[in-house]
């Protein structure tokens, strides 16, 4: 069929509102993965620009380029009186029908002289001669051929060796002769009822699009958040009616893993500790470095670790029972121990010169980590509150103050 198109081809096109016109076929170009056909065609010689009356992509509907015009033109569009030509580019679907007629001409220069007409000082100039025998010659087989040209067979001429194509295309040719035992083409108002039609069409699919849009459908994220309401229902934070409950409410208070540093309150792990060692404990939920020296520990402070891993790992596992996808490594891997012993000596009083040689962690990324480890247990001091423990409420400011001194908050030259 391809082979068929070539400049100088005459085809039956619809385009604005002809649905059936003849067209000379000027040049086949591909924008993307769609082939784009350029045509001269006759048009009224007083016509306004067509391009003022094509809808725009948002406005598109699949109804727009259904007109029952299109079944019931029996003619091919010939302008009333003096006719004037133009050239535009076609899509695939504009097509109706190839004819077996052809008409000798140069494209190119057809082309380009009606470009260089749209330039204003050149929109006056007469056609070229190129363009004028062009364009009489269409105007001529269309005044001879009113009822139609004849057309290239799909599988005889065209070549079309798909049967399912030459099915549809039998099938549509089958469709359209069978239109005229529709009494209802005989209502005088069957284009007005034809557009009433389509604009309830319209209607509707916005009311679609926007309960769609209203709905838990349209959630990027909504198998995740359902699967993390499960959890937190499994976990006591809420309950069967999504109403949020004590450890709900305490998991509110803290800005950072909320869910593990919750469930360590619930246990009591900190209850037996000293305030240096459950500040030390909690940067694990504030540093991030991946990669520093191995620290060396305290029982106290590896039973800890044992502890919040052991925790972590029955979030990881529920969640995992629940439908997320991280992996139950991944999620204890994610709190770092690395600055466990640099904390609890901070916390201890040694000074900042000397905790720098215990770890090969930069002297930033610690002063950072010890700054908002202290944001980090306002939070647990606020949430020991709200559950009625004063003893570790106690802890959390005392640890606050053990490690809020020296240069890790000190002013800023850059901030004051």
Known sequence: ?????????????????????????????????????????LTQNDSPSCDDKRTSEEDAHVMDGFSIEFFMATELYLPEGASDHVVVELKPEDI?????KTIKTVAEKVIDDYKKRQIPRFKDDPPSQTTSIATQELLRLTESNLHGLPVLDPVNDLGIKDMSVVEQFLDLKRRRDSLSEFRCLLCPQIVEHLNQMKANMKVKEAMQK????????????????????????????????????????????????????????????????????????????????????QPSLLPSLEKGVEQIKAVAEKIGKLQKECGLTEPVEDYIEGFRFGLVEVTHKWASGMPFSEITSLTDVSEGIIVRTIQRLNETLRDVRNAARLVGEPVLCQKMEDASTLIKRDIVFAASLYTQ
């Not at 002809?18 to 993965?33: A, F, H, M, T």
């Open 1 to 41: 069929m391809v082979k068929s198109l070539i400049p100088g081809r005459v085809i039956v096109v619809k385009h604005d509102r002809q649905q059936q016109q003849l067209g000379l076929l000027l040049k086949v170009s591909s924008g993307g993965n769609v082939k784009k056909f350029t045509f001269l065609l």
């Open 96 to 100: 109706i029908a190839v004819t077996t």
């Open 210 to 293: 926007v309960n769609f849009l209203l709905s838990d459908k349209s959630l990027q994220f909504g198998p995740e958040y359902g699967q993390r309401i499960e959890v937190l229902r499994d976990l006591r934070y809420i309950d069967g009616n999504n109403t949020v409950q004590l450890k709900g409410r305490v998991a509110c208070e803290i800005s950072t893993n909320e869910l593990i540093i919750t469930e360590l309150i619930f246990e009591n792990v900190f209850s037996e500790m000293q305030p240096s060692e459950i500040a030390a404990l909690l940067s694990c939920m504030v540093f991030q470095e991946k990669r520093c020296s």
